[in-house]
């Protein structure tokens, strides 16, 4: 795979096709395993990590693009004053580099011109510092099917 050398700021937004759930798919999974997890764990995670054209016609998929490669993308569920972010992943090449900086503005923006005044979202502690820059407060933190593993419920203000 040839990875942009461009910059987060070049990233395109678009809406997400059928033709891109298994590009999405891959990114979601590659995100996921890169923090570690055990072929165990990932196995129980992978349908969630899965993109599907049901889940793709269920939700507001946002991806981000630098030559036509996903960068990263977002998926969003009904669009209300309180609306939930499914999904929410960079692929690897690109961590820690600005580009989930970047896209996390637009989102920021896509969501502020839709009356959008917070965001909840499902974290594994990997994600916690990432969105706690953001403003997010944890509302909750919930035992995972993952034995000894928890995720947190967080609340990130638009």
């Given at each position: 795979m040839n990875y942009s050398k461009l910059?987060?700021?070049?990233?395109?937004?678009?809406?997400?096709?059928?033709?891109?759930?298994?590009?999405?798919s891959a990114v979601a999974i590659r995100s996921?395993?890169?923090?570690?997890?055990?072929?165990?764990?990932?196995?129980?995670?992978?349908?969630?990590?899965?993109i599907t054209e049901d889940f793709l016609n269920a939700h507001t998929v946002i991806k981000a693009t630098l030559e036509d490669e996903i960068v990263?993308?977002?998926?969003l569920?009904?669009?209300?004053?309180?609306?939930?972010?499914?999904?929410?992943?960079?692929?690897?090449p690109y961590m820690r580099k600005g580009y989930g900086s970047v896209m996390y503005d637009y989102l920021r923006d896509y969501l502020k011109k839709r009356n959008v005044e917070k965001v909840t979202l499902v974290l594994?502690?990997?994600?916690?510092?990432?969105?706690e820059k953001k403003g997010?407060?944890?509302?909750?933190?919930?035992?995972?099917?993952?034995?000894?593993?928890?995720?947190?419920?967080?609340?990130?203000?638009?």
């Open positions: 910059p987060p700021e070049d990233m395109i937004f678009e809406t997400a096709v059928v033709e891109d759930i298994d590009e999405l996921k395993r890169h923090w570690g997890y055990s072929k165990e764990a990932m196995e129980l995670w992978n349908q969630n990590l899965t990263g993308f977002f998926a569920e009904e669009i209300k004053p309180t609306t939930r972010i499914a999904q929410y992943w960079i692929d690897t594994d502690p990997n994600g916690i510092a990432f969105f997010a407060t944890i509302l909750s933190k919930i035992e995972h099917k993952v034995k000894n593993k928890f995720l947190y419920i967080v609340e990130v203000p638009v």
